[in-house]
């Protein structure tokens, strides 16, 4: 028997899937009692309805005519049952303008009984799909998902073992005036069956006064009658529940390594980060907000994976990037980076987030003064070219070195809390100055980075992390029982593997980054230096607009005192493997040093050797 077969064999004809009941055949039709009628000689009788009740019985519908009544029916009423095969008549009464005739089989009937149904409202046409158009969905279930096939033809007992049927009990009467007490089984009832790219979807309507954790409850019987070791269940809507076989990884196979950087989408203000479980691109939309969390344990992929979506900025944005772990993993994006800075030492960012953060103020008074518009993300392409403004990026590679102060001396204590404001501040006021700060850890705590800006931080992206508190940390909570999680759904070396909150989309997406190796994108990068510097842009513009630099109002403190040396019997830290090293490319004030071939491109101009062309 087919799954189809299987499937419509328990669906009843006003659309119910009902098993366990007594399948009723209809002995008769209107026109075969009026010929009964006939037999027993009564003219005066016509039939305008059969109803088939319980038990084999059925009831008569009669219309009464010169002078008939009750009393006729009653007086020819075995009479009748014998012509239509019955043994007894069990009842005659009177309904509106009809006289009903109930009659069947001479049998002793039940004082209680038990019967099985699905839920009301079940469309009898239930739809089996496949993600690919033209692809066998009914096939492909039966040999992808045998024994989950299987069990639709005794769904009922699966559904009932599971403990997801509802009981009722009601009361009925008899044919014999008897009373019955019925004690029904209500069961979920499928809707759609679907293979999707992560595997087969079954969703079910469920019975009313079932909530999730009922499913929830159910899983461990469910996944062992359909071998389902991954099934998952969410709520997608009230009352339907989707239940996730999860068996197949649809980002595997793919070659998801970069021969160079994907452009900036300077339009829209969005890089390109890799592709969705869906097979859509994902893309990181910067316009509009000004934070970025980005976590994951070491060796997950976090450096590869952003480094293509860094490159891709050149020529278009300013950058600054301070590594915590003083190593050589951003060293292929170096020559495109107004700071870049290789130290773990809690005041190694502190100057230049000062600096930005003075700037910001600045820059974002003189393009207010000079267009009239308060939101960076709000000019046009024509107004950054001629004003020569592009976003600022902070990269901020291990934070926690320069946000968490747990165990730090009180000077060493004062710098983090500097560090933190300027951030915060930042993060908060960034959507409309342009700044976006992106903050990277393989610790997501409240100590690295502090709640206080990963709540304003509006992006977050996290590779595999190994708790669910971690995933909390970086992503937040409210995300839904069936949003993908990091430490779930994502496999300790499944490098590049991540979970995105997407803005763009409006839900959290399982994805895998595109990459590109940072020995690789260095010949590429090498070929350009850092934008216009833009805090020296910020006061040539405030000087087009009429504005002395020092009528600009900013909230900036002076930078923290460097941390005292300890004394020797304290134990310290091991030292930094080098001193830190900071490059930044001159100011306008001093000559800058010729560099082949490096050419310096402004936000919108394209060199006419465009190293990004082809790629």
Not at 54 to 60: C, D, K, S
Not at 208 to 230: C, D, E, F, I, S
Not at 394 to 400: A, K, V
Not at 589 to 604: G, I, L
Request: net charge negative; with cysteine.
């Amino acid at each position: 028997m087919g799954i189809g077969q299987a499937i419509g064999r328990h669906f009843d004809r006003n659309g119910g899937l009902v098993t366990g009941t007594i399948a009723r055949k209809l002995r008769g039709d209107v026109g075969y009692v009026e010929r009964a009628l006939e037999q027993a000689g009564e003219h005066r009788i016509r039939c305008v309805g059969v109803e088939n009740g319980a038990y084999g019985t059925q009831t008569i519908v009669l219309s009464m005519h010169s002078g008939a009544d009750l009393n006729t029916v009653k007086a020819r009423g075995d009479l009748i049952a014998g012509f239509l095969g019955h043994d007894r008549v069990y009842g005659i009464k009177r309904r509106g303008g009809h006289v009903l005739l109930t009659i069947g089989p001479d049998r002793d009937f039940p004082s209680e009984r038990e019967e099985y149904a699905t839920v009301d409202g079940v469309d009898a046409d239930l739809r089996v799909t496949h993600h690919e158009s033209g692809r066998d969905a009914v096939d492909e279930l039966a040999a992808g998902y045998p024994r989950f096939a299987d069990s639709i033809g005794s769904y009922v007992e699966v559904f009932t073992t599971a403990g997801l049927a509802v009981k009722s009990v009601t009361k009925e009467p008899n044919p014999d005036g008897s009373a019955c007490t019925v004690t029904t089984w209500t069961v979920p009832g499928f809707t759609h069956l679907h293979i999707s790219p992560t595997g087969l979807l079954v969703a079910l309507k469920g019975v009313p006064g079932q909530t999730l954790n009922t499913y929830r409850g159910a899983l461990p019987h469910l996944v062992t009658a359909w071998n389902a070791k991954n099934l998952s269940v969410s709520e997608p809507e009230g009352g339907t529940y989707l239940l996730a076989f999860n068996d197949r990884d649809p980002l595997k196979g793919r070659d998801y390594r970069l021969q160079g950087p994907h452009r900036y989408d300077a339009d829209a203000g969005r890089s390109l980060l890799g592709v969705g479980t869906d097979g859509r691109e994902v893309w990181i939309s910067w316009a509009g907000n000004a934070g970025l969390v980005i976590a994951g344990a070491p060796g997950t992929g976090k450096t590869a994976s952003l480094l293509p979506v860094l490159a891709g900025m050149a020529g278009q944005a300013e950058i600054h990037l301070v590594d915590g772990k003083a190593m050589f993993d951003w060293e292929g994006i170096s020559p495109i980076c107004r700071t870049y800075i290789r130290s773990g030492k809690p005041d190694a960012p502190q100057e230049m987030l000062r600096r930005v953060y003075a700037a910001s103020k600045r820059r974002g008074e003189a393009v207010y003064r000079l267009t009239g518009e308060s939101n960076f993300w709000l000019l046009n392409r024509q107004q950054r070219r001629e004003l020569g403004v592009t976003p600022v990026f902070i990269i901020l590679d291990e934070c926690q070195k320069f946000l968490d102060w747990s165990g730090m001396e009180k000077d060493e204590k004062a710098i983090v809390a500097a560090n933190r404001k300027y951030i915060r501040e930042m993060v908060q006021e960034g959507r409309s100055a342009g700044v976006v700060v992106i903050l990277i850890t393989q610790k997501p705590t409240s100590e690295s980075i502090p709640t206080i800006i990963r709540d304003n931080a509006a992006l977050r992206l996290s590779y595999y992390v190994r708790s669910s508190a971690a995933a909390i940390a970086v992503l937040g909570t409210g995300r839904g029982d069936g949003a993908p999680s990091p430490e779930r759904d994502i496999k300790n070396g499944q490098l590049g593997r991540f979970v995105y909150d997407d803005t763009e989309r409006g839900v959290a997406v399982l994805g895998q980054s595109f990459f590109l190796p940072g020995k690789e994108a260095l010949p590429i990068m090498e070929r350009w230096n850092p934008v216009v510097d833009q805090s020296d842009l910020a006061d040539d513009l405030l000087r087009r607009a009429g504005i002395s630099v020092d009528d600009v109002v900013l909230d900036v403190d002076e930078p923290a005192p460097t941390p005292k040396a300890k004394a020797p019997e304290v134990a310290e830290p091991a030292p930094e493997p080098e001193a830190p090293e900071t490059t930044e490319t001159p100011t306008a004030s001093e000559p800058e040093p010729p560099q082949e071939p490096a050419v310096t491109v402004a936000e919108e101009e394209v060199p006419t050797d465009d190293p990004f062309a082809g790629l």
